[in-house]
């Protein structure tokens, strides 16, 4: 039993293929996009980019907030929608940086609605940009965070720890998320 379909040239044969791939690989792609939006969304709302679990000094560090561990439970400084209001410059830096990135990956995701009414090559330029220019957000978001580690507020934590030194504190999951978001 061979193919019902015959082929002219091996031309024909190629662009079959590569129709057949092409979408795949747009969905695959899709799939991607949506897995680094919740990934960039969990790193920008956790507060666990650095800390300390366990001693007196225990808490952890996020982009807008500071956790630490009291008597009464966990006490938190810190709001997402306020985080301009943090002294150090750097945590404010480096969350506007991953903001962007999680509006334009979120954007990234909305606009996958355009294969339906554009031409596929478009959209993936589309797409394509916008995802650079997320990750790009998010490097800087992940590069800039550490020099605001010489604040008060993290040297509470950290004891020993200034710009781009961890000091006692060690990275916790949502910065490595981070991370691996940038690559």
């Not at 980019?49 to 561990?69: D, Q, T």
């Not at 954007?107 to 478009?122: E, P, R």
Request: a negative charge.
């Amino acid at each position: 039993m061979g193919s019902k379909i015959e082929y002219v040239d091996s031309t024909q044969i190629y662009a079959t293929s590569y129709a057949r791939n092409s979408k795949a690989i747009g969905v695959l792609w899709a799939i991607f996009t949506i897995c680094y939006g919740i990934i960039v969304v969990v790193s920008f709302i956790t507060p666990e980019w650095i800390g300390v679990v366990e001693g007196e000094n225990a808490g952890k560090i996020g982009l807008w907030s500071v956790c630490r561990a009291e008597e009464q439970g966990e006490m938190c400084k810190g709001k997402f929608y306020s985080f301009y209001e943090l002294s150090n410059i750097a945590f404010v830096g480096a969350s506007a940086c991953v903001g962007i990135a999680v509006l334009t990956a979120l954007l990234t995701i909305c606009m996958m609605v355009l294969f339906l009414f554009c031409h596929s090559t478009t959209v993936y330029h589309i797409c394509g940009w916008l995802q650079v220019f997320s990750a790009l957000a998010l490097i800087g978001g992940c590069a800039g965070f550490p020099a605001g580690w010489a604040e008060e507020d993290v040297r509470k934590i950290c004891l020993t720890s200034y710009m781009y030194n961890l000091g006692t504190c060690s990275f916790r999951w949502a910065y490595l998320l981070a991370a691996i978001g940038c690559l």
